[in-house]
């Protein structure tokens, strides 16, 4: 927390202050991948990819330290009976992540990859969107920066999964706010909802309109 006590003054600070892409390393990689014996642009966007990797790394282009990380949450909205599937099934998924009996592992192996798998506190849901805000500015703020404990071993190439019951409602909302359109545009089956828990939200939306599934401001 920085010192005015401002939630986000931090995670502001770190964003003011990120480094540039480094100019000397892209020509580098240009300059190389010229002598190589391909015609120019043969790779396609495998080039492009690798340019990118040089200049924000500020070296040859080379991934080491790959890593997965999931995060893994629950979300109250999921009281609003979105999802035919119970919170409970959050945890018993992140149990299958520990057990190596989930796709990403299988996928991990397969590359050689890091897995890390955050609990994000499953037994305390966020809350529910159609009443509240899921997070107080200070609790967003607090779980951002624990998200930033999956870097901290260092890693040159991060990619970043999460699960949770209920979670594809909450994408849909956030695109929602972010993106516009209507609810319709956004929500759709999510993991296996059909029947009557898609005729529950197509009666919800009638009755509420597009506002009712707009997060609070």
């Known amino acids: 927390m920085s010192a005015s006590g401002m939630p986000f003054d931090d995670f502001r600070e770190l964003l003011r202050n990120l480094p540039g892409p480094d100019s000397a390393a892209l020509v580098a990689a240009r300059e190389r991948d010229a002598q190589l014996t391909k015609p120019p642009g043969a790779l396609g966007r495998l080039e492009e990819i690798a ?19 999931i ?16 919170p409970s099934v959050t945890a018993q998924m992140v149990e299958n992540f520990a057990a190596g009996g989930a796709a990403i592992n299988q996928i991990c192996v397969s590359h050689d990859l890091g897995l890390k ?16 805000a899921a997070l107080s500015e200070r609790d967003c703020a607090a779980t951002m920066a624990f998200g930033m404990e999956a870097v901290a071993g260092g ?18 909302a ?4 972010l993106y516009g359109g209507t609810a319709e545009d956004w929500v759709g089956p999510g993991t296996g909802s059909q029947g009557e828990v898609l005729a529950l ?6 009755k509420g309109g597009d506002a009712a599934w707009r997060p609070p401001v």
């Open 174 to 177: 956030i695109n929602l706010a």
């Open 117 to 132: 798998v955050f609990d994000l506190a499953l037994d305390y849901p966020t809350a529910d969107i159609t009443e509240e």
């Open 51 to 69: 340019f990118w990797l040089a200049a924000w790394t500020g070296r040859a282009p080379a991934v080491n330290r790959p890593l997965v990380a």
């Open 201 to 206: 939200q197509d009666r919800r939306r009638r």
């Open 155 to 172: 890693t040159d190439l991060l990619c970043i999964g999460e699960m949770g019951i209920g979670n594809t409602t909450i994408a849909a």
């Open 71 to 86: 995060f893994a949450g629950n979300h109250g909205v999921t009281r609003q009976g979105v999802t035919p599937f119970p």
